[in-house]
């Protein structure tokens, strides 16, 4: 009985042994890149365990500026110590007197460090080249002058730009056939996720030493700099945006209190985004549950007045504009007395300069009973409720889009709507279902400035590799579809130069600008209240200078009160900015 016990004991044990044994094989040989499913790299964790590092750059791609400059990070040239200094004497004099950091400071930041630090750090001591080719000079083991990338505290337009986040299991979803790190970064939103597959990163660039069981050197005081060596990776994602530009338009965005909406500002040569601010900013603290992550400028939103654009279009091509034909402005839209604004009897051109309410809804009814598509088949042709943002076929992805998270516009949601003779007089004002973004709406503006052309708007030009050659070009584009006539863009072009001319036009704070202005405004009604007052989305969105087009600007407050504005002083000051600008002055 005891042997046929030890023996039991004995195959019991040996089958302990061999599974320890596999699990070992399946540890140190089989799975020590992808082990877990977490996909742990045991390579990686064991060397990490004794080894520290500083992080050069983490090997994501970058975002620049239409000129070339970083935008979300900055190269600076730091200096950066390591710990293993407090252990050795090394010439800490020298170094304060390149640098200008007393001795004292630079070695009370040594005694505490427990890892690798640039000084300053997160707020960087920035060195010159001269400083930093003297310091590298005198090949102190443990201190280097190198330039580091940083991500920046205040990213411009971070909205558009997006942001990234570590998500191991969105990681595997999107890329199921690469091996990556479980601390990959992934574009969460913006640009960052609709170029992420191009910015993922070949590998960090690093500085490395080996270190025992207290820290200590363990291979002398060798530190390795560690690079992927790559000379094409990481890329470069060259947006269209002008970082100046922007940040000017940020300060005249908060100067103006615009707490919910901000600007759009499109550069008419190439069409494509110069600036774009977006409000509520991003919270920094809570960013992924915060309302400030929706870029407002590509969400739909009421568009009120300015719609009546569209109506005027489609008017003109059925010659319901006539010059002898008058509208009844002493009335409102249904009919009853208007006190507010009461403008009599006014002509076509007067009715719009003056946003009479009265006549675009009969006019939109009119149009309606001609065919019920006709709001929509204009508004399309003013490319208003499709999708703008640049679109097409890229490597091995179909039509990709730049602006993966841009709404759509609309006039109406049902048929039922659409045949409904009061419902498309509202409709003709930008009230009812009638839908926009502001870049759809600064693109409508592009579109008649431009003779009738539709083009798909650019929030990126080109793809670079690391060594500045070119990846991949986003070339201009026309949208597909009909468009409207040269001859009807001419007639728009006037009307909208009326709004700003006309001694009672609703854009004559814009006459004396330095920029001839062309365009429209808009109050719309959003059915929301707040301490019982009802709440607008406030519009100007046009086109300068007149005669020669240069920059089509949309500047929108939603969700404000009667009596709050800002988007009329915003968009002067903008246009200042820019003949400023464009005329060397300060």
């Known amino acids: 009985m005891w042997r046929r016990r030890a023996i039991g004991w004995l195959i019991i044990s040996f089958a302990g042994l061999l599974l320890l044994l596999g699990r070992l094989i399946q540890i140190q040989l089989i799975d020590t890149e992808t082990f877990s499913k977490h996909n742990v790299n045991l390579l990686e964790e064991s060397v990490r365990q004794r080894t520290q590092e500083l992080v050069i750059d983490n090997g994501r791609g970058n975002f620049l500026d239409r000129n070339?400059?970083?935008?979300?990070?900055?190269?600076?040239?730091?200096?950066?110590?390591?710990?293993?200094?407090?252990?050795?004497?090394?010439?800490?004099?020298?170094?304060?007197?390149i640098s200008g950091i007393p001795v004292h400071v630079l070695k009370q930041?040594?005694?505490?460090?427990?890892?690798?630090?640039?000084?300053?750090?997160?707020?960087?001591?920035?060195?010159?080249?001269?400083?930093?080719?003297?310091?590298?000079?005198?090949?102190?083991?443990?201190?280097?002058?190198?330039?580091?990338?940083?991500?920046?505290?205040?990213v411009?337009?971070?909205?558009?730009?997006?942001?990234?986040?570590?998500?191991?299991?969105?990681?595997?979803?999107?890329?199921?056939?690469?091996?990556?790190?479980?601390?990959?970064?992934?574009?969460?939103?913006?640009?960052?996720e609709s170029f992420d597959e191009f910015l993922l990163p070949e590998g960090k660039s690093k500085l490395v030493y080996h270190v025992d069981g207290g820290g200590a050197p363990l291979f002398g005081i060798n530190v390795k700099y560690v690079d992927p060596a790559n000379p094409f990776y990481p890329v470069n994602i060259r947006t269209t945006i002008d970082k100046t530009l922007q940040q000017n338009a940020e300060q005249l965005v908060d100067q103006y209190q615009i707490k919910k909406g901000g600007l759009v500002l499109l550069d008419m040569e190439d069409n494509s985004i110069l600036s774009l601010v977006s409000r509520p900013?991003?919270?920094?603290?809570?960013?992924?549950?915060?309302?400030?992550?929706?870029?407002?400028?590509?969400?739909?939103?009421?568009?009120?007045?300015?719609?009546?654009?569209?109506?005027?279009?489609?008017?003109?091509?059925?010659?319901?504009?006539?010059?002898?034909?008058?509208?009844?402005?002493?009335?409102?839209?249904?009919?009853?007395?208007?006190?507010?604004?009461?403008?009599?009897?006014?002509?076509?051109?007067?009715?719009?300069?003056?946003?009479?309410?009265?006549?675009?809804?009969?006019?939109?009814?009119?149009?309606?009973?001609?065919?019920?598509?006709l709001l929509e088949d204009y508004a399309n042709k003013l490319s208003l409720t499709g999708s703008v943002g640049w679109q097409g076929d890229v490597y091995h992805t179909n039509d990709f889009n730049q602006l993966a998270d841009e709404d759509k516009g609309r006039v109406f949601l049902s048929d039922e709507a659409r045949k409904d003779a009061n419902l498309a007089a509202m409709s003709g004002i930008g009230q009812n279902e009638?839908?926009?973004?502001?870049?759809?709406?600064?693109?409508?503006?592009?579109?008649?400035?431009?003779?009738?052309?539709?083009?798909?708007?650019?929030?990126?030009?080109?793809?670079e590799y690391k060594n500045g050659t070119t990846m991949i070009d986003f070339p201009k584009k026309s949208i597909k579809g009909d468009n409207i006539s040269p001859y009807t863009a001419m007639k728009l072009q006037r009307l909208l130069r009326e709004v700003v001319m006309n001694p009672n036009g609703t854009g004559r704070w814009f006459k004396d600008l330095p920029y001839t202005v062309a365009g429209k405004s808009?109050?719309?009604?959003?059915?929301?209240?707040?301490?019982?007052?009802?709440?607008?989305?406030?519009?100007?969105?046009?086109?300068?200078?007149?005669?020669?087009?240069?920059?089509?600007?949309?500047?929108?407050?939603?969700?404000?009160?009667?009596?709050?504005?800002?988007?009329?002083?915003?968009?002067a000051d903008m246009v200042k900015m820019l003949y400023q600008k464009d005329h060397g002055m300060k």
């Not at 040239?77 to 007197?97: R, T, Y």
């Open 434 to 463: 009638v839908r926009a973004t502001p870049l759809a709406v600064a693109n409508m503006m592009a579109t008649i400035a431009r003779g009738g052309d539709k083009e798909m708007v650019r929030a990126v030009s080109k793809i």
């Open 522 to 571: 808009g109050t719309a009604e959003t059915g929301k209240y707040k301490l019982g007052q009802q709440l607008h989305n406030k519009w100007f969105a046009g086109y300068f200078p007149y005669d020669h087009p240069k920059y089509v600007l949309v500047a929108v407050n939603l969700d404000v009160s009667d009596s709050e504005g800002g988007v009329n002083l915003l968009f």
């Open 156 to 192: 411009p337009a971070e909205q558009l730009i997006g942001l990234t986040g570590e998500n191991p299991k969105e990681l595997k979803k999107r890329y199921p056939n690469k091996e990556l790190s479980e601390k990959t970064l992934l574009g969460v939103s913006g640009l960052e």
């Open 68 to 97: 070339g400059t970083m935008l979300t990070h900055k190269k600076v040239s730091v200096l950066v110590l390591f710990p293993f200094l407090k252990k050795i004497e090394w010439d800490a004099e020298k170094v304060s007197n």
């Open 281 to 373: 900013t991003i919270n920094k603290n809570d960013p992924y549950n915060d309302s400030g992550m929706s870029n407002m400028m590509l969400k739909q939103q009421i568009m009120g007045s300015v719609f009546k654009t569209v109506v005027a279009a489609a008017a003109i091509d059925h010659s319901l504009d006539g010059a002898n034909r008058l509208f009844d402005c002493s009335k409102k839209i249904n009919g009853k007395p208007e006190l507010k604004y009461n403008y009599g009897m006014l002509n076509f051109t007067d009715s719009f300069a003056r946003s009479c309410n009265r006549t675009f809804g009969q006019l939109a009814s009119e149009l309606q009973k001609m065919n019920p598509h």
């Open 109 to 154: 930041a040594v005694e505490v460090a427990e890892k690798p630090f640039a000084y300053g750090d997160p707020e960087p001591y920035e060195l010159t080249t001269t400083q930093r080719d003297r310091i590298n000079r005198l090949k102190i083991p443990g201190v280097f002058a190198i330039e580091k990338k940083f991500e920046r505290s205040d």
